[in-house]
């Protein structure tokens, strides 16, 4: 059988940048979002998938996770998952609430507690997949459960109620883990399920990241000036570092 020529390997060069099936149509989404924000705003299965797909097919992927979790996953990966959830999500998450109690929600230096909680608390599932595919094992693959806990609004939505600080309905809190415990519950029914949504990653993470571009004005990003800066690099190195030393 004839192998069809690549004209352009488009995908082939993603895979060769670390994280570039998520980051290459995220930067390609925003370019629109910046230039041509209503592009893709004409309506029909263009809108729906180019611009308004984000939040669903992250909820497939969170889904099709849970299909992998069951009895007897190995030790291994709840033992690195839960110190993920801990010195990503959890340590983070209390401190910036502490902080929070003294300072208010309108936080410091322009960033509110809102911005800082959702941003030290989350972990970003489909770089962290697209990592994970090219440089890592099935531990790290697997850890994801922490990402598909973490990568939404679950835990910032949990403290912030906690705290006092908002007012959070429980409903939004139980609709968060909704697609992961039904993927969980369909996993452990029906194993097969499990391979039939095992390349749901590579499909469906360059249509979510493009959407998620769309949604970011280049624009913004730099007038976020020195605030957004400092968050920036306050995030990667702690909270980076407290998993690295955890981990190891």
């Known amino acids: 059988m004839k192998t069809e020529k690549i004209r352009s390997p488009f995908f082939g060069t993603m895979q060769k940048i670390p994280g570039g099936l998520m980051l290459v149509p995220l930067i390609l989404g925003s370019l629109f979002g910046t230039f041509a924000p209503d592009a893709l705003a004409i309506g029909g299965f263009t809108t729906a998938l180019f611009k308004n797909s984000a939040l669903p097919l992250i909820a497939l992927l969170i889904f099709a996770t849970g299909t992998h979790v069951n009895a007897r996953t190995g030790g291994p990966i709840l033992a690195t998952a839960g110190t993920i959830l801990l010195m990503k999500t959890l340590v983070p998450a209390t401190l910036i609430i502490i902080l929070g109690s003294y300072v208010g929600l309108n936080g410091v230096l322009g960033v509110s507690i809102l911005a800082m909680l959702a941003a030290f608390d989350n972990s970003n599932g489909g770089l962290w997949l697209a990592y994970t595919g090219q440089y890592g094992d099935a ?40 697609p992961f415990l039904l993927g969980v519950l369909v ?36 007038s976020g000036g020195i605030s957004g800066l400092i968050l920036g690099l306050l995030i990667s190195p702690l909270t980076g570092a407290w998993c690295t030393w955890a981990i190891a």
């Open 139 to 178: 531990r790290d693959r697997g850890a994801y459960v922490a990402s598909a806990l973490n990568d939404g609004p679950f835990f910032s939505l949990l403290f912030l109620g906690a705290s006092g600080l908002a007012d959070i309905p429980v409903i939004a809190m139980v609709a968060a883990l909704v």
């Open 187 to 222: 996993g452990n029914l029906d194993p097969k399920w499990r391979d039939v949504l095992k390349p749901v990653p590579n499909i469906v993470i360059p249509f979510f990241a493009f959407a998620l571009g769309t949604g970011i004005n280049l624009g913004a990003v730099v």
